[in-house]
């Protein structure tokens, strides 16, 4: 009796032992369909304009576009046997974050005889089904060394719609830094500021005042871009407007620096997976 139970527990030990593999292939092969293969590619894109994003307003006199914002298309592929969710998105600044990416996204972006189309938002968070390939347009803002700012600052500005009384003009060329606190954010309410000129304020004190140009806004027809309705500034195409800001730096023996070497745009699905692309001050520049 004794050895009749040692034969069977052998038996049974044995193909224990046989299905161990079986077991371990099962369960990779398990984990394996719910690993997220997501990636990214960043597309040439046709619509290359710049538009001017942040202003920013030293206390010893500087005063410099400190970002300009261009359109970038991106291909997002989710290779995954399963839908995914894109719940977050943001920009890191040579490996500091710098913001969150600006929304909303859509699938389309067209210039057209000055006028600037926002096709179809994407509504965010962004869900791919399994193996769907989607692409989008996304803004992204892009920091300006404080020579190359100054000199867009010059070119960019349109003179022809700006009285020299106009808010937004004395704003930018007779800022008073000092009565900054009394003049601006006591009497004029930041609603007003973003209506009637474009532009949120937001203050490092003792240091630097940023005025922010919210460029996608939304009307009762849907979003637009700001440009095509405050034409303070002029938005041009990327070459024409850095063979202007080159020129003006070249003609004025100005040094021509770049203010960040790499930018990394990162989406985080919901599994806390993270997919990134890269944008160069080579990508800027060519």
Request: hydrophobic share 35%; net charge negative.
């Amino acid at each position: 009796m004794e050895n009749s139970f040692k034969r069977s527990d052998w038996i049974s030990l044995t193909a224990l032992i046989f299905s161990i593999p079986a077991i371990i292939y099962a369960s990779i092969e398990f984990f394996d369909k719910r690993n997220e293969k997501v990636s990214i590619e960043n597309l040439d894109v046709s619509t290359d304009y710049l538009h001017v994003s942040k202003i920013d307003i030293t206390r010893d006199g500087k005063t410099y576009v400190s970002e300009v914002a261009e359109w970038q298309k991106i291909r997002l592929i989710n290779d995954s046997d399963f839908p995914i969710t894109i719940i977050d998105s943001h920009v890191e600044c040579d490996g500091r974050k710098a913001s969150d990416l600006n929304k909303p996204f859509f699938n389309s972006v067209k210039y057209s005889n000055e006028k600037i189309k926002l096709i179809q938002q994407q509504e965010f968070p962004l869900k791919l089904n399994s193996k769907e390939v989607k692409e989008i347009y996304v803004l992204l803002n892009i920091p300006l060394e404080i020579n190359m700012g100054e000199a867009y600052l010059l070119t960019s500005m349109d003179t022809s719609n700006l009285s020299m009384s106009s808010s937004i003009y004395k704003m930018v060329t007779e800022f008073d830094f000092d009565n900054y606190e009394k003049n601006i954010d006591k009497n004029m309410s930041k609603t007003a500021m973003t209506e009637v000129l474009g532009i949120t304020i937001t203050s490092d004190i003792g240091n630097k005042i940023t005025l922010e140009r919210p460029l996608i806004i939304e009307k009762e027809e849907g979003f637009k871009m700001l440009d095509e309705y405050n034409n303070s500034f002029v938005y041009l195409k990327k070459s024409e407007a850095l063979f202007k800001v080159n020129e003006l730096l070249l003609r004025n023996s100005r040094p021509i620096r770049k203010a960040f070497d790499e930018l990394k745009i990162t989406f985080e699905t919901s599994n806390n997976n993270m997919v990134s692309f890269e944008y160069t001050q080579d990508d800027f520049l060519k």
